[in-house]
């Protein structure tokens, strides 16, 4: 059974910074990308970037380059998901996700249990 | 990157109707398009991925189709439980992009 388990929710002040860890197995680290995906309260999804940690290969939304990092740690098998200069509007709950694949199509079928940030004075 | 965009933002039907909703990219694609249903608190749950193939134990009831830059998630006899919102999402080139969403609810 595929299992990503993230860490628990977080409190933080604007303008400070939050981490995210999502541990996966041996078999995930090893084949497949993870992907950091986030929801507002009430809104939609937000694809946020991605690492596949096999190789290394970070990919991130035009929208939060500079202010994100995911890294990946094979000695925990957990990928991270670092966000700074936090706003009100980071408030939200932030998923990771697996990349299966079938042939070159990519899909998003196994997901953490989402972690609440709340950005607030 | 690419946009999606889905229509319409918000449906209203009964149960036993057939619904259909749209995505739309801002170019193509070719068959690189998923499909997600999502109830409150959950993550979202993978329906169609690449285009048209149905993710195993999704009901038959729930089809996917098109190509390029249109496609289609049809519900073929409304369900309770398929009352939900539900997402579009790239998978073409990074950043692999969401629609907006569509909040199927009951009439």
């Known amino acids: 059974q595929v299992q990503l388990v993230q860490s628990g929710s977080e409190v933080k002040k604007p303008g400070s910074s939050v981490r995210v860890s999502c541990k996966t197995s041996r078999d995930t680290f090893s084949n497949y990308a993870i992907t950091w995906v986030r929801q507002a309260p009430g809104q939609g999804l937000e694809w946020m970037g991605r690492i596949i940690p096999f190789v290394g290969m970070t990919n991130y939304a035009q929208k939060f380059q500079g202010r994100v990092t995911i890294t990946a740690d094979q000695s925990t098998t957990s990928a991270y998901m670092d966000l700074s200069s936090l706003t009100s509007e980071d408030s939200a709950t932030y998923y990771c996700t697996r990349a299966d694949c079938s042939g070159n199509s990519c899909y998003y079928q196994h997901w953490g249990q989402g972690t609440l940030v709340i950005v607030s004075s | 990157d690419i946009q999606l965009t889905q229509s319409p933002s918000s449906l209203s039907a009964s149960v036993g109707d057939r619904v259909t909703i749209s995505c739309r990219a801002s170019q193509s694609i070719g068959i690189f398009l998923n499909w997600y249903q999502q109830k409150p608190g959950k993550p979202p749950k993978l329906l169609i991925y690449a285009s048209s193939n149905l993710q195993s134990g999704v009901p038959s009831t729930f089809s996917g189709s098109g190509s390029g830059t249109d496609f289609t998630l049809t519900i073929s006899g409304l369900q309770p439980d398929d009352f939900a919102s539900y997402y579009c999402?790239?998978?073409?080139?990074?950043?692999?992009?969401f629609g907006q969403g569509t909040n199927l609810e009951i009439k």
């Open positions: 999402q790239q998978s073409y080139s990074p950043p692999y992009t």
